[in-house]
């Protein structure tokens, strides 16, 4: 109880890129990106010197919206989630000494924040390492919690969510950042969610945080019989390109 407090803003390791990197590389999608922008740029300045004032506007319009959503996508794959997650993991009020899952940790971002606050627990990670963050696989994450001084806390499992090699009442605290949604069929999801409630001890919590299907999260938790069930929006900071893209979050209480 007595612990310092680490300051969760500080971070020392690479979390790479959110996204879909499965048939373009990031690198490409990134060129491709440039090439409209630069397109649009120049569609509007064409039409500026040719006095063609609507394409102009139109064109201008897009070439600003492009930029706009490139720009509120990148913030928050390499700010927004981290500042949203400190104050979510400041909020759980962690003793320190908890059992705590990352189901699809990834590079660890969200995991490794979670080990700062465990100087006698153990933050557990999983993930079936995909190319859905740059450069993910588990000698990142392992590189990540070395140059974060938590390496000694944590471990890294590769597995799927819908089957959790762990065992019944295992863990305090759950926690996943932008996952579940990879999962493609709502079957998929619902039998994650449903492995996640049987790792959760009596009295544990749940923290999911995703792009959609969380109005059914939610409503599967509380079929299970969990309490103060609650769904929030994450505001701008976990905005993907704009507020059409929000993340929101489910949290949860195991009853005791």
Request: net charge positive; aromatic share 6%.
């Amino acid at each position: 109880m007595g612990d310092v407090q680490p300051d969760l803003r500080r971070r020392q390791g690479d979390y790479g890129v959110d996204g879909d990197f499965r048939v373009v590389p990031a690198r490409w999608q990134a060129v491709i990106v440039a090439a409209i922008a630069v397109a649009l740029v120049a569609l509007t300045v064409r039409n500026v010197v040719a006095d063609a004032l609507v394409g102009a506007v139109v064109t201008g319009l897009l070439a600003l919206g492009l930029v706009l959503f490139v720009g509120s996508y990148l913030r928050t794959t390499r700010v927004g989630k981290f500042e949203v997650w400190v104050r979510i993991l400041s909020d759980l009020r962690l003793r320190g000494d908890e059992q705590v899952l990352d189901l699809g940790c990834g590079r660890g971002a969200l995991l490794l924040s979670a080990a700062k606050l465990l100087p006698r627990g153990r933050a557990v990670g999983i993930d079936l390492w995909r190319a859905d963050q740059t450069g993910n696989s588990p000698d990142a994450t392992w590189r990540n919690a070395e140059r974060e001084g938590v390496a000694d806390r944590v471990e890294l499992d590769t597995g799927d969510m819908r089957q959790l090699p762990f065992a019944d009442n295992t863990f305090d605290l759950i926690i996943s950042n932008l996952a579940l949604h990879n999962i493609p069929s709502a079957a998929g999801r619902r039998a994650a969610i449903d492995e996640a409630v049987r790792v959760l001890r009596p009295g544990g919590r749940l923290a999911i945080a995703d792009l959609w299907a969380t109005n059914r999260h939610r409503a599967r938790l509380q079929e299970l019989g969990l309490t103060d069930v609650r769904r929030r929006n994450l505001g701008w900071r976990m905005w993907w390109g704009g507020p059409w893209f929000p993340t929101r979050l489910v949290t949860a209480t195991m009853n005791t």
